[in-house]
């Protein structure tokens, strides 16, 4: 299974093509096979599967509740898999920059078992939302930490 993403990137998008960070690119496992899935994530983001990763979840929901497998549903409305070119950048189709409105910039999070791409004004209005209370939440759950 590939590794986990953490960090926050900036990277220019040009002619619907964008370079995965090579952060997030070295923890790629060779079951991926250079293959990610976009899908539509919250917020108007894209979330990004390394192919290994999607295969995993698709199976933990297939097998999963009712709302799981309707989530299932939803995620391939707009699931399309992607081979990466070159160095590591995927050619982002149109119907999916329309949903997260990027030009020329987009902000790439890790988020775990996969990442999400920004449009860089909405991840600055998320990143001041979280800012306000993230004091309440380190306090809330310090055990933990």
């Known amino acids: 299974m590939s590794g986990a993403f953490l960090g926050t990137f900036e990277n220019s998008l040009s002619n619907r093509r964008v370079s ?3 952060d997030f690119r070295k923890q790629f496992a060779t079951a991926a096979k250079n293959r990610v899935t976009l899908v539509r994530g919250k917020m108007n983001t894209l979330y990004i599967y390394p192919f290994d990763n999607w295969k995993e979840l ?3 929901l297939s097998n ?3 709302t799981q497998k309707e989530m ?3 995620l391939r409305l707009y699931a399309t898999v992607i081979e990466l070119e070159g160095p590591g950048r995927i050619l982002i189709p149109n119907f999916l920059l ?3 409105k990027v030009n020329k910039k987009v902000i790439f999070l890790g988020e775990g078992n996969f ?3 920004w449009n860089p004004e909405k991840f600055k209005e998320y990143k001041q939302q979280i800012d306000k209370d ?3 939440m380190i306090e809330e759950n310090i055990n933990l930490l």
Do not use: A, E, H, T
Request: proline residues 5%.
């Open 20 to 22: 995965i960070p090579q």
């Open 58 to 60: 698709q199976q933990k």
């Open 64 to 66: 999963g509740s009712n």
């Open 72 to 74: 299932l549903r939803r």
């Open 98 to 100: 329309n949903i997260v």
């Open 115 to 117: 990442f999400s791409m």
């Open 134 to 136: 993230y004091d309440d």
